[in-house]
């Protein structure tokens, strides 16, 4: 069972990927107003209508275990830059040892980096070696152009 910190936080290089809180709402707010991004990460999912909304949505999903809620959700950021996307895994149970994995940068400046791939193998240490894994899955929209690059 992985320590609360590893699921927390941890670094990669110039790229830290640290668990949302709800001090994270305004930069995660400002990234839903992104249309593009929004159309990318978000396209499935019900995205709420105000800061004050998302804020009290993170606070609640803190105070739930991710393997309760099949869901953990991290902020990346970059030494310089700051914020510069979100991943997360979804559909996680410990019972079943396979999650689909989403991550998105607020960005498309921010695509060609490497961010992205920092951040993912991040997830993927977490994943595979502290979570015991043995899946995970990821849906490529075919309108993403970037992603269909790689």
């Known amino acids: 069972m992985p320590t609360k910190n590893i699921i927390q ?7 830290l990927r640290r668990q949302t ?23 499935h999912r019900k995205v709420p209508q105000s800061e004050t909304e998302l804020r009290q949505n993170l606070h609640k999903r803190n105070q739930i275990a991710p393997e309760a809620l099949h869901y953990v959700e991290w902020l990346i950021i970059h030494k310089r ?24 940068l ?12 920092t951040a993912t193998l991040l997830v993927l240490e977490l ?8 899946k995970i899955y990821s849906l490529v929209y075919d309108y993403n152009p970037i992603a269909g690059q790689i």
């Open 106 to 117: 607020f960005e498309a400046q921010n695509c060609h980096f490497g961010y992205g791939i």
């Open 9 to 15: 936080q941890i670094q990669g290089g110039a790229i």
């Open 81 to 104: 830059h700051g914020a510069i996307g979100i991943a997360a895994l979804n559909d996680y149970a410990q019972n079943q040892p396979h999650a689909e994995y989403l991550i998105g």
């Open 21 to 43: 809180t709800p001090d994270d709402a305004s930069v995660i707010c400002q990234a839903y107003q992104n249309q593009a991004f929004l159309r990318l990460f978000a396209a």
């Open 127 to 134: 994943a595979f070696n502290y979570l015991n894994l043995n």
